[in-house]
């Protein structure tokens, strides 16, 4: 118990020291959707309507992109090559037109019982078991250093980004493929928690001039957060911003909504990540 209280101390203090200089521009009209732990703040805008939206990285926690799905009547592609996510899939999509039968749990272990998908349909949620990447290739998908968590990642930041930890070996795919696979001219949302390739894939998809008119981000390393992690966070923010993007939520932690810019946008007070 020490120990853990010790822990989060540290973490508590690192993010304090390291936290990114992003600057937030909350607008009205948010909405939240997922359980606690897997849940995400968005714009809830009409384009997602009977849209195709990304959401890369599943785990074991499906609420955001079952919810999505039902709520706009839209096709979710979840992309994850973890066997434990691709597991986690069939047991959801198995159980597609029956309602809820308990609520969310703590945790990101949902049961496939705790999502209502009354309201989703058979070819709702599709399946892409490949990692996002910059290469169409086969690479190193690294364990987490706590074998009870579900993520595995590219970069290995969890493990100090070394590359002697066990790892799979899974298929890499680049955005430029998937849009070509599901003959995609544009995504409306595209929700990105890749361990730490978000950073490298953020870059490529701007370089290519794919951009998603709302991108949710986990800068994965701020949950270890370091000198490093800072600048990482800092340098993919600007490069969002030169691509015609503003920051609106920040969860305090590491999740971050970016929307392209409108003029029919109305900014309230901005903040910053910083100051919290």
């Avoid at 997922?34 to 849209?51: E, I, K, T």
């Avoid at 503003?246 to 990540?273: M, Q, W």
Wanted: charge should be neutral.
């Amino acid at each position: 118990m020490l120990s853990r209280l010790k822990h989060a101390f540290f973490i508590r203090m690192a993010r304090r020291k390291f936290a990114p200089d992003i600057e937030v521009q909350p607008i009205s009209g948010l909405v939240r959707f997922g359980s606690a732990y897997g849940g995400w703040v968005f714009d809830p805008s009409n384009d997602l309507h009977n849209s195709t939206v990304v959401s890369c990285g599943l785990g074991e926690d499906a609420s955001f992109d079952v919810e999505v799905a039902a709520r706009f009547k839209a096709r979710v592609i979840i992309v994850d090559p973890t066997p434990r996510a691709i597991k986690h899939f069939a047991e959801v999509h198995a159980r597609i037109g029956e309602p809820a039968t308990q609520p969310y749990v703590k945790g990101g272990r949902q049961p496939a019982t705790a999502y209502d998908l009354n309201k989703v349909s058979l070819d709702a949620l599709v399946q892409e078991p490949s990692a996002l990447w910059v290469e169409n290739t086969k690479l190193r998908f690294y364990a987490p250093a706590n074998p009870a968590h579900v993520s595995h990642s590219i970069v290995n930041y969890q493990n100090g980004y070394s590359e002697t930890s066990p790892y799979i070996e899974v298929t890499a795919i680049t955005p430029e493929a998937m849009l070509e696979k599901y003959n995609l001219s544009s995504i409306g949302l595209m929700k990105l928690d890749i361990e730490g390739a978000e950073i490298k894939v953020i870059t490529h998809m701007l370089k290519h001039s794919i951009r998603p008119r709302q991108f949710l981000v986990e800068f994965d390393e701020m949950n270890f957060p370091t000198a490093r992690s800072k600048v990482n966070a800092e340098t993919t923010d600007a490069l969002l911003r030169s691509a015609g993007y503003t920051c609106r939520h920040f969860d305090g932690v590491a999740n971050f909504l970016y929307i392209i810019n409108s003029t029919k946008e109305s900014p309230a007070p901005a903040s910053a990540v910083n100051s919290h």
